[in-house]
């Protein structure tokens, strides 16, 4: 069983920042790709970065130059560290662990429970 625990959500003002923090089994932290997606009310749930074995870091556009994600290997831990926010990365921030099955368009989605960032002054 997958097992993605969240921290590091909360209220900020505009400009601040942030870093959410997503830890999970040695197991899964070295074999799977893993990364963070948000949901705002209303909306579709949206990729914010990715981390890929053998690639460099993927970005959406809206956070690019603003959020960092990085892994930690002696904590088996992904973080996304968040600058500069603004009251649209409200949201409810998801962190993802995937599992790409080889040679195979197959994979498996885990999620964890999801953390509230409120960007608002």
């Known amino acids: 069983q997958v097992q993605l625990e969240e921290s590091g959500g909360g209220l900020v003002q505009p400009g601040g920042s942030l870093t959410l923090a997503c830890t999970t089994s040695?197991?899964?932290?070295?074999?799977?790709?893993m990364g963070w997606y948000r949901q705002a009310p209303g909306k579709e749930r949206e990729m914010v970065a990715y981390?890929?074995?053998?690639?460099?870091?993927d970005y959406a556009d809206f956070v690019r130059g603003r959020f960092t994600i990085s892994r930690d290997f002696a904590k088996d831990t992904v973080y996304l560290q968040m600058n500069n926010l603004e009251p649209e990365d409200t949201a409810v921030y998801y962190c993802?662990?995937?599992?790409?099955?080889?040679?195979?368009?197959?994979?498996?989605?885990?999620w964890g429970q999801g953390t509230q960032v409120t960007v608002s002054s």
């Open positions: 993802n662990a995937r599992f790409q099955v080889p040679s195979s368009p197959r994979q498996f989605d885990y």
């Open positions: 040695r197991n899964i932290f070295s074999t799977y790709y």
């Open positions: 981390l890929r074995w053998g690639s460099s870091p």
